[in-house]
C-alpha cells in the first residue's frame, strides 16, 4: 500500500472511531433508562438486586473476553501530553547497548496520543486502533534496522521519549553490568512472556 492510499484508509478509519466514540454518549442514555428500570423493579419487589450482580458479573466476563479476541475498542494515550514540549526524556546510552538489548524497547506495544495521530507521522495498526504499528519482526514500522535507528526519531511519540529500561528486568536483569535478559532474545519476544506467566501460574 503506497502512502497516499494509506493515508486516505487512515483517515477513514479516524472517522470511523469517531462516529463509534460519539455513539457512546447514546449508549450512555440507554444505560441511564435500564439502571433506573432496574432501580424502580427492585424497590417493588420484583428483582433481587444481589442476584442480578452476581449474573452481571459472569455475562460481562464473556464479553469482555469476545471483546478482546476480536482486537475491538479504540485506545489513546492517557494522559494526553504534547511530544514537542515533554521534558521527561530518559538518558539512555542506546548506541552502546542496542548490540545487547537488540533494540527490545521498539517491539513493545503502547497506544498513541490523539496528537500522533491526527500528525499522521507515526503509523498505527488498523486492526488495533491506536496501537503503535509494527513489522512482521515484531519491530516498530519506523525502526530502520539497517542503520539501527528510529526513522521518525523527531516526531516519536510521548512513551519512546520518557521510556527508561534501566530498571525493566524484562530487558535488563542488571542494567549497570549490562547483563540482559535471555528472553530478549527470543523472536517472540515480549509475547513470550505472556505464555511463560501463565504457565508459572499453572504451574
Request: glycine share 4%.
Given at each position: ?18 462516529r463509534a466514540d460519539a455513539n457512546t454518549s447514546k449508549l450512555l442514555e ?53 511530544k514537542y514540549s515533554f521534558e521527561s526524556a530518559a538518558k539512555i546510552d ?31 495498526d488498523f486492526s488495533r486502533p491506536y496501537i503503535i504499528a509494527h513489522q ?68
Amino acid at each position: 500500500m503506497n502512502e497516499d492510499a494509506r493515508d486516505e484508509v487512515a483517515e477513514g478509519f479516524r472517522y470511523t472511531h469517531f462516529r463509534a466514540d460519539a455513539n457512546t454518549s447514546k449508549l450512555l442514555e440507554i444505560a441511564s433508562f435500564l439502571y433506573a428500570a432496574i432501580e424502580l423493579l427492585s424497590q417493588k419487589g420484583f428483582l433481587d438486586i444481589g442476584e442480578l450482580d452476581g449474573r452481571k458479573k459472569d455475562v460481562a466476563a464473556r464479553l469482555a473476553d469476545k471483546f478482546a479476541e476480536r482486537g475491538m475498542g479504540v485506545v489513546y494515550q492517557r494522559p494526553e501530553q504534547d511530544k514537542y514540549s515533554f521534558e521527561s526524556a530518559a538518558k539512555i546510552d542506546c548506541e552502546k547497548r542496542i548490540s545487547l538489548c537488540k533494540a527490545a524497547c521498539c517491539k513493545l506495544p503502547f497506544a498513541l496520543s490523539k496528537q500522533d495521530v491526527e500528525e499522521g507521522i507515526v503509523r498505527w495498526d488498523f486492526s488495533r486502533p491506536y496501537i503503535i504499528a509494527h513489522q512482521q519482526n515484531g519491530y516498530c514500522q519506523h525502526l530502520d534496522q539497517e542503520k539501527q535507528c528510529c526513522s521518525v526519531y523527531a516526531h516519536r511519540p510521548v512513551p519512546c521519549r520518557g521510556y527508561d529500561c534501566r530498571k525493566d528486568q524484562r530487558i535488563w536483569l542488571d542494567f549497570e553490568k549490562r547483563v540482559i535478559n535471555p528472553n530478549v532474545l527470543d523472536a517472540n519476544w515480549p509475547a513470550c512472556l505472556a505464555t511463560q506467566t501463565s504457565a508459572g501460574e499453572e504451574a
